[in-house]
């Protein structure tokens, strides 16, 4: 395939120079959603489809950025004198925060750059392609411009910076934490707050995960992104008021139910008590997983659900349906929304025999009920972001 890209990219960009190939995981998380902004804890694992591209630095400050994806569009043209946000630049505005990030840094690109990515992400899937893109640009400017001094964990906060202040989407750190630093066979086990992490072997010997795709994408996703984050900000304002806490992360269930009053919109109660739980939950999870109690870590995912569905209300119809159907089917640990939320991907755990009937009765009674198909990835657990 790389051969392929490469014969593309001299075919778009002509020959010559010096070409080189970069590749960023998308992810998906197992448990501990809508906590990473809370300074909660996340379990998310890197996957072996991502993002990848081609780069060769140029002679002069023009930009030009090529998509396999959306090769209708053509070559986007730009520079790094046009380092500023717009519609127009669709997803280049992706790669463009980095570079401007970069910049903001003290890491001024010299020249600029031909720019070629391919991803096999499915498009709003909600396993983060727009991280793994960022991820994707910053190796991409480390290598080619020498900046040797920045770790993968920079990156991944180059990425989320860009995401946030570029973008404009108030995202949490763990998309981007979890493609520059996955490791094979491991999910992270990462304190947001502190960014402190290990990796936790995830061995299911008798069992798969199964990612499905609900082909649905609200356009809420965004917005109301961030008015969950602004809701717990309220919810913790007001719990600041009677205790010396710093995160809803550093709260447990006991503590919160004691406090819960002082938090005056009902509202912001719910999405407070969503983000306590749902990190004590995740590092219980953890436990489960390290003592091989897999049933235990399922009816985790279980429970995370339900909280995301009631008190966060992130989830969506088309969702709960896909749960609804994986948690009746018999050889299921476990199964949740993932991701952002008001669509996308449920994540299950389902036993090796299942496997095939969970995805020939979900989807035969998904498209029944829905009316359009859904799509089925079991996956792996990859490595991060890398130069190949």
């Not at 998509?67 to 790094?80: A, H, M, P, T, W």
């Not at 992130?314 to 948690?327: G, K, N, R, T």
């Amino acid at each position: 395939m790389q051969k392929e890209w490469m014969e593309k990219f001299q075919e778009i960009y002509g020959n010559g120079g010096d070409i080189r190939s970069y590749f960023a995981p998308g992810r998906v998380n197992l448990i501990g959603e809508h906590t990473d902004y809370s300074g909660g804890h996340v379990f998310p694992c890197a996957l072996t489809i991502g993002t990848y591209g081609l780069a060769r630095k140029r002679e002069d400050n023009k930009l030009r950025f090529y998509s396999l994806n959306f090769s209708k569009l053509g070559v986007i043209e730009s520079s790094l004198e046009d380092l500023i946000p717009s519609e127009e630049a669709g997803w280049t505005n992706y790669p463009k925060g980095v570079m401007w990030t970069f910049e903001k840094r003290g890491y001024k690109l010299p020249f600029g750059l031909d720019f070629f990515i391919y991803g096999n992400i499915p498009n709003g899937s909600g396993l983060s392609s727009s991280a793994s893109l960022e991820v994707l640009t910053g190796v991409m400017l480390k290598d080619l411009f020498g900046f040797s001094d920045l770790t993968m964990q920079d990156l991944a906060l180059i990425g989320q910076y860009s995401e946030n202040n570029f973008n404009g989407m108030n995202c949490g750190i763990m998309d981007q934490f979890a493609s520059a630093m996955g490791k094979k066979d491991c999910a992270i086990f990462l304190d947001t707050s502190t960014l402190e992490f290990e990796y936790a072997p995830v061995k299911l010997p008798d069992a798969k995960i199964v990612i499905t795709n609900s082909k649905v994408k609200h356009s809420l996703v965004g917005s109301a992104y961030n008015d969950r984050r602004n809701e717990c900000e309220t919810a913790l304002k007001d719990l600041q008021g009677v205790m010396d806490i710093k995160a809803l992360g550093e709260l447990t269930e006991a503590e919160f139910e004691a406090h819960k009053d002082a938090i005056k919109d009902p509202v912001c109660q719910k999405r407070a008590k969503h983000a306590v739980y749902e990190n004590q939950r995740t590092i219980k999870a953890v436990k489960a997983l390290k003592e091989d109690k897999i049933e235990e870590f399922g009816r985790l995912m279980n429970d995370s659900h339900v909280s995301l569905r009631d008190d966060y209300e992130v989830s969506c119809e088309e969702i709960d349906i896909l749960v609804d159907l994986a948690w009746k089917m018999p050889g299921v640990l476990g199964s949740r929304i993932t991701g952002g939320g008001f669509g996308g991907c449920t994540v299950s755990i389902v036993k090796n025999e299942a496997v095939d009937a969970f995805i020939e009765k979900i989807g035969r009674e998904y498209k029944e009920k829905v009316g359009h198909e859904a799509e089925f990835y079991v996956v792996d657990i990859g490595d991060g972001a890398r130069k190949l």
